[in-house]
C-alpha cells in the first residue's frame, strides 16, 4: 500500500520545542538516509500531522507502508516508517522516524502472516490450532512489500505444520527467517 505524508521542516530541537509542536497538533519527526548511493545522508527534521500518521500506522500494510513524504522546498520522498514512540497511557504518537527507501534496492521487513480456513483436524480430529510464528522477515523491493502473507490451514490435520518454506513460494520477496521456522500447526488437547 502507498500513502502520502505532508511534512513541514522544523528548526528548534529539543524537549520544549517538541511540546510546542505537540501543542500546536503536530508531532516531531526525522528523516534519515539516502536515497541514492552518493547522496547526502544528513538527517532532516520534520513534524507530521499525528492524525495521518495514525491512520497510515492502522492501515492493513501498518509500517511497512510506503510513504511518499512531501515536504515544502524539497523534493518528494520515498520512505518507511523505522520507528515510531507512543504514549504509555493515552496512546497519542510522540515521535516518528522515517528512512529514505531507494526503490531498486531490496529492504528487509517483517511482514503479518494472517490465516484463513479452519484446519481440519480441530473441526474434524478436536485438535487445536497453534499459531506460533506471526511474523515473517522478508527481503523485497519497496514497491512490492505485502500487506500480508496469506496462509491456508484448512488441510491441516493433527500434527501437520506450516514452516516458512512451505509458504515462500512467492517471486516477489524473499524469506529471511529460517526456513524451518514453524509458522502454525495443529496439536492434541492435554
Do not use: C
Not at 528548526?11 to 539516502?34: D, F, I, Q, T
Not at 500494510?61 to 507512543?86: A, D, H, M, R, Y
Not at 497453534?130 to 523485497?140: S, T
Amino acid at each position: 500500500m502507498e500513502a502520502t505524508l505532508e511534512a513541514v521542516k522544523r528548526s528548534g530541537r529539543g524537549k520544549n520545542e517538541a511540546r510546542r509542536l505537540r501543542v500546536e497538533g503536530k508531532v516531531p519527526a526525522v528523516v534519515y538516509g539516502a536515497q541514492k548511493a552518493g547522496d547526502e545522508v544528513a538527517p532532516v527534521a520534520v513534524a507530521v500531522s499525528p492524525k495521518e500518521m495514525m491512520r497510515i500506522l492502522h492501515s492493513s500494510s501498518g509500517v511497512n507502508t510506503l510513504i511518499t513524504l512531501t515536504v515544502p522546498g524539497e523534493s518528494t520522498q520515498k520512505v518507511l516508517v523505522k520507528e515510531f514512540q507512543l504514549d504509555p497511557i493515552t496512546q497519542h504518537l510522540l515521535h516518528a522516524d522515517f528512512y529514505r527507501v531507494d526503490l531498486t534496492r531490496k529492504v528487509q521487513v517483517k511482514v503479518t502472516v494472517r490465516l484463513h480456513g479452519e484446519p481440519r483436524g480441530v473441526k474434524v480430529q478436536g485438535g487445536v490450532l497453534d499459531f506460533v510464528h506471526r511474523e515473517i522477515e522478508v527481503e523485497v523491493l519497496p514497491a512490492n512489500i505485502p500487506d500480508s502473507i496469506e496462509v491456508d490451514v484448512s488441510d491441516l490435520g493433527i500434527g501437520d505444520s506450516v514452516h516458512v518454506r512451505d509458504v515462500a513460494s512467492n517471486a516477489a520477496w524473499t524469506p529471511i527467517s529460517d526456513p524451518d521456522m514453524m509458522i502454525v500447526h495443529v496439536v492434541v488437547i492435554k
